[in-house]
T-cell receptor, first 113, second 117 residues
Framework: ETGVTQSPTHLIKTRGQQVTLRCSSQ?????VSWYQQALGQGPQFIFQ???????GRGNFPPRFSGLQFPNYSSELNVNALELDDSALYLC????????????FGPGTRLTVT | GDSVTQMEGPVTLSEEAFLTINCTYT??????LFWYVQYPGEGLQLLLK?????DKGSNKGFEATYRKETTSFHLEKGSVQVSDSAVYFC????????????????FGQGTILTVHP
């Protein structure tokens, strides 16, 4: 069974640029959630995708957007990057019925300069 | 809104010492409660969970009891090992099925645990 994978592992972007992060959910999982973890803080919920539609969103501006594909993989897109967007971005997958048991990937470390 | 508060860290212990990490929460109804662990350079791993009042979650020698009356979910381990060194997060998930908060995890700020030989 393949776990949750994310790519890339690290990346560095300049303020104002756009970035796309990718997540492959665990086999059999159809729900994906994204979290932002700033240094020294707990993860903050960005949004969740189910059946290729956004199904719940945290307190993040519209420049944070996402997609879910028919194979349940997902992308997180961030436009007009700001310095405060520097963080570890975590993807978590689950089944819909087992949504309370989410499995996290290793994360993508984004640095905005 | 929902919130989770963890004890201030970091926590430094000697091997075989007793561990307690306090966690309290604010939420409506009966949320599910979780402890996650994050090892250096890795994502989060679910350590244990409890879905209703008085439930005790346990795994790898760690345990926590869901206390509705004190809105707490303190993590304990009787004898820690060096390999337990990590960051521990308490989290909750609301009880609603469906709706915009479905499956959303709210985390505490994390507690760094360092165990010395």
């Amino acid at each position: 069974e393949t776990g949750v994978t994310q790519s890339p592992t690290h990346l560095i972007k300049t303020r104002g640029q756009q970035v796309t992060l990718r997540c492959s959910s665990q086999s059999g999982h159809n729900t994906v959630s994204w979290y932002q973890q700033a240094l020294g803080q707990g993860p903050q919920f960005i949004f969740q995708y189910y059946r290729e539609e956004e199904n719940g969103r945290g307190n993040f501006p519209p420049r944070f957007s996402g997609l879910q594909f028919p194979n349940y993989s997902s992308e997180l897109n961030v436009n007009a990057l700001e310095l405060d967007d520097s963080a570890l971005y975590l993807c978590a997958s689950s089944t819909r019925d087992g949504i309370k048991e989410q499995y996290f990937g290793p994360g993508t470390r984004l640095t905005v300069t | 809104g929902d919130s989770v508060t963890q004890m201030e860290g970091p926590v430094t212990l000697s091997e075989e010492a007793f561990l307690t990490i306090n966690c309290t929460y604010t939420a409506t109804g009966y949320p599910s409660l979780f402890w996650y662990v994050q090892y250096p350079g890795e994502g989060l791993q679910l350590l244990l969970k409890a879905t209703k009042a008085d439930d005790k979650g346990s795994n790898k020698g760690f345990e926590a009891t869901y206390r509705k009356e004190t809105t707490s979910f303190h993590l304990e381990k009787g004898s820690v090992q060096v390999s337990d060194s990590a960051v521990y997060f308490c989290a909750l998930s609301p009880p609603l099925a469906g709706g915009t908060s479905y499956g959303k995890l709210t985390f505490g700020q994390g507690t760094i645990l360092t165990v010395h030989p």
